[in-house]
């Protein structure tokens, strides 16, 4: 995605990362491409559980397939910027930091919209079980995918335009280890009042909405599961959720502790909170699933068994 703006005199920024202190940038390299291959992987190997076991042919793993795929897409379009930054020169092109940030609210808000696609998903399961199958018929999985993954590119697009259009002609020291909304508009000597309110308005109720989906569906989850006579029923329904309602808390509170805040506070501090939701909840999304969830763990069984009799010589 070229994006130029006519007006601006930067052509690049410097990307000041996690550090600046030059031994740190060999052990935080290591840390990060670490993880990043941990990511890669951990998902992956989700993916092809869910695509090669039959018995993981519903809604909730198709709609957690997708999940991983975009945490695939969302960590590369971090983690390999950072490593560059960490051995060699910290600068990034005007046209390639918008691109990061494109696809960084573009797949981070997939993520969000996801997460609430899943727990319509459990509500349903649990509230409505008589009717689960005709409620998410596979027509309605791709098309709650499909709107999951293009309003958020839209959204996207929305504010890289309006971005674009500000001028940078004062310092191009970006203190983040991202090109992110808020550091890059502290750079601008033009007026930022029109995007301000963009992100105070349609950005919030992107952000919210999922959130307030999630919410409400678990409070309804919670009320039928009051509802169960058995102690044992009511573990087997929490313990359907227990793994999303992880992955909500970690993805949700780093990115409320970011972006729900004026712009004037943004801090170096906020960096944890954005490897949190961009680095650690990606990572962590496969240990969490897989480990809460007994048909998740059969189906990688199967998956290691099948690749180890192929490996084997005949």
Request: proline residues 4%; aromatic residues 12%.
């Amino acid at each position: 995605m070229a994006v130029v703006n006519q007006t601006s005199s930067v052509s690049e920024f410097i990307l000041l990362g996690l550090s600046s202190r030059p031994e740190d940038q060999k052990p935080l390299f290591i840390l990060f491409l670490t993880m990043y291959l941990v990511t890669i992987i951990g998902n992956l190997l989700i993916i092809l559980a869910i695509h090669s076991d039959s018995q993981l042919q519903t809604p909730m793993y198709f709609f957690l397939s997708f999940l991983s795929f975009t945490d695939i897409c969302f960590t590369t379009t971090v983690v390999p910027r950072m490593l560059v930054n960490f051995l060699s020169e910290k600068t990034i092109s005007y046209a390639g930091c918008l691109t990061q940030m494109y696809f960084i609210y573009a797949l981070g808000n997939t993520d969000s919209c996801l997460l609430a696609v899943m727990a319509f998903d459990r509500y349903v399961a649990i509230c409505d079980p008589f009717h689960y199958v005709t409620t998410m018929n596979h027509h309605r999985c791709v098309l709650l995918v499909a709107f999951s993954c293009s309003l958020p590119h839209l959204h996207s697009l929305l504010h890289t335009l309006l971005l674009n259009r500000l001028i940078f002609c004062d310092s191009s020291v970006i203190h983040h280890f991202l090109c992110d909304l808020s550091p890059l508009m502290k750079l601008s000597c033009s007026s930022t009042f029109v995007n301000e309110i963009v992100i105070m308005s349609e950005g919030s109720v992107l952000l919210v909405t999922p959130f307030l989906c999630i919410t409400f569906s678990y409070l309804r989850i919670f009320i039928a599961v009051l509802k169960i006579p058995s102690a044992a029923g009511k573990c087997k329904a929490f313990s359907t959720c227990g793994s999303h309602l992880t992955v909500v808390t970690l993805f949700y509170g780093s990115i409320f502790y970011v972006y729900l805040q004026p712009l004037s506070t943004y801090t170096a501090r906020d960096h944890i909170a954005t490897l949190a939701y961009t680095v650690l909840s990606s990572m962590l999304n496969p240990f969490i699933y897989s480990l809460r969830n007994k048909d998740l763990k059969q189906g990688l069984r199967k998956l290691m068994g099948r690749r180890k009799s192929q490996a084997e010589p005949s």
